[in-house]
């Protein structure tokens, strides 16, 4: 085979080597695509496994809180013990204690008539008085009434203690536990659903709290939050976006904007402390300081939202508004701002529902305190729905597990409701162009 032989075959060769190699390389990148799909594929389902683990816990422990244990008592609201002249501070957990006494009249003994009146809530006496209040005409009368029992009693009917334990470690005593049983044969003890979780403020008393006031805190102190967000971060993006000339001094502002929505929610907390409760003198716990506070920390999310929403507004709405003689600021208002409009609602919405899971800003300001009232107007002292979650987490009682995870449950659905109605909102009203 002579020289020009041998460069022919090398020439017909040398496609098919090339091919080979493409080949290779295309089989390679196909197998590193399909493995980097596995690798995303097994990070969602892992992160849905420990979500979902995470859920099943907080709804397992937090679901029995929605029901509350109660017990019938036969109670005579004996003239002797209720002084008509005082109504409003008479002993009415004598009136219980006399009518437990007349169920189990075996018990004698000063430590076991502890134990037995251990059985029913301390909040029972105000139920008394409350009916005695409303309806002074019982009294000298006998009323069938279901009383809350005390929280020991009611995790043990939940299931939630452990009655088979040596009496040492657990904090319901032997005789305790044949009371019980003995109420419940009797039909005595039900478990009712727990409109107190949901009317009440805060207590000592598990059986006794509520999420009332949490929520009505919360409430408050979102309604100043967007009250004095949405129009000044509109106004804002707005001018910096169709207004305000491009120069380093506008770019120095974007940049510090980009960088408070970056800044960790309890610098804002340090920064209300320092400003608003030391140099302004504005009450301390209350929603109206709460409020600016978290203003200062949503401003920067709505504004980043509302800028982006005005930008995707096509430039030929701005040119044909500017056409027909319409000044600038006629062309925001009437043509830009109405289409731009749901975009900004989405991020307000969003940055709100930020606002309502914040805590570390809270705690700076005071709004940890133990607050027992439903406030009634934004200077009153209040408390916030994540901070009752903190400070429920951290009593040491077993009823206040279940009462932690379901306030959690509460402020999930609040998140979940606000992130839906942004979802829905931009869906609905989203202009494609």
């Not at 002579?2 to 020439?11: G, S, V």
């Not at 397992?60 to 509350?68: E, L, P, W």
């Not at 929280?151 to 657990?170: F, I, T, Y």
Request: proline share 5%.
């Amino acid at each position: 085979m002579n020289n020009t032989d041998t460069d022919i075959f090398t020439l017909n060769k040398a496609p098919k080597r090339t091919l080979d190699i493409v080949n290779q390389s295309l089989a390679r990148r196909y197998r590193a695509e399909r493995r980097f799909r596995r690798y995303g594929l097994g990070a969602i389902i892992l992160s849905l496994c420990f979500l979902s683990i995470l859920f099943i816990s907080i709804i397992s422990n937090g679901h029995t809180a929605f029901q509350q244990t109660f017990i019938q008592l036969d109670i005579f609201f004996d003239p002797e013990i209720l002084n008509r002249e005082a109504l409003a501070t008479a002993n009415y957990s004598g009136l219980i204690q006399k009518s437990l006494r007349s169920v189990f009249p075996e018990v004698k003994s000063r430590s076991d008539k502890r134990l037995l009146y251990g059985l029913v809530s301390s909040g029972a006496s105000f139920q008394l008085r409350d009916l005695v209040l409303r309806d002074p005409k019982i009294i000298g009368k006998s009323r069938t009434v279901w009383v809350p029992a005390g929280d020991d009693v009611d995790m043990l009917v939940k299931g939630q203690s452990e009655r088979n334990a040596p009496e040492g470690e657990r904090r319901l005593k032997d005789k305790q536990l044949m009371w019980i049983d003995r109420l419940s044969h009797e039909g005595n003890i039900q478990k009712r659903f727990n409109k107190t979780f949901f009317t009440a403020g805060d207590s000592r008393e598990p059986e006794q709290a509520g999420i009332w006031g949490a929520v009505v805190g919360s409430f408050l102190t979102l309604v100043v939050t967007l009250v004095l967000s949405f129009p000044m971060g509109v106004a804002a993006a707005i001018y910096l976006e169709e207004f305000a000339p491009k120069n380093r001094w506008t770019d120095l502002i974007e940049i510090n904007i980009n960088n408070l929505a970056a800044v960790p929610s309890i610098v804002f907390g340090l920064l209300g402390l320092a400003v608003f409760l030391n140099f302004f003198g504005l009450p301390r716990s209350a929603p109206v300081v709460g409020g600016l506070v978290l203003t200062l920390m949503t401003l920067p999310t709505i504004i980043i939202a509302s800028r982006s929403a005005l930008k995707a507004v096509p430039p030929s709405i701005r040119e044909a508004a500017l056409g027909v003689g319409a000044s600038k600021m006629q062309m925001v208002a009437h043509h830009v701002l109405p289409l731009a409009l749901p975009g900004m609602l989405t991020g307000t919405i969003i940055g709100m529902a930020r606002a309502l899971g914040e805590t570390a800003p809270l705690l700076m300001i005071g709004m940890v305190a133990f607050i027992v009232d439903i406030p009634g107007s934004f200077t009153d002292p209040a408390t916030a729905l994540p901070v009752q979650v903190y400070l429920w987490a951290d009593s040491p009682e077993r009823a206040f597990v279940e009462k932690t995870s379901a306030a959690i449950i509460m402020l999930l659905g609040f998140l979940i409701t606000m992130n839906a109605a942004a979802v829905i909102l931009r869906k609905r009203f989203e202009r494609r162009w």
